[in-house]
């Protein structure tokens, strides 16, 4: 059983930037691919981001792109969202996911969240 957990969350000023990071515990995340949701107050969860497993494609939601960059470190432990320019709209609980296969064909497990604020 793969256990993530999402650190990096908090209050950031709109323009403000914030970088996640998702991790399992020091076991390896290459074999998954990883995906970043968010939920906000309200609202259904959605997708932001993800990172494939065998040739680390990226995908990003359209509110996303040119703002956010998804990322693996060097260890393949920890898969980073970097988020710039932050808007009060991206304000929501962020969660990583982990699948077995490709991003965009589900996801097998799941952290708990890291709440991102976005305001002044």
């Known amino acids: 059983q793969l256990q993530l957990v999402e650190s990096g969350g908090g209050l950031v000023q709109p323009g403000g930037s914030l970088r996640l990071s998702c991790a399992a515990n020091g076991s390896p995340l290459d074999y998954y691919a990883i995906g970043w949701f968010r939920q906000a107050p309200g609202k259904e969860r959605e997708g932001v981001s993800c990172?494939?497993?065998?040739?680390?494609?990226?995908y990003y939601e359209d509110s996303a792109k040119g703002r956010f960059t998804i990322s693996r470190d060097n260890a393949k432990t920890t898969v980073y969202l970097q988020m710039n320019n932050l808007k009060p709209d991206d304000t929501a609980v962020y969660y990583c996911?982990?699948?077995?296969?490709?991003?965009?064909?589900?996801?097998?497990?799941w952290g708990k969240g890291t709440l991102v604020t976005v305001s002044s």
């Open positions: 996911a982990a699948s077995l296969t490709f991003c965009g064909y589900g996801m097998h497990y």
């Open positions: 990172i494939n497993n065998s040739d680390d494609t990226t």
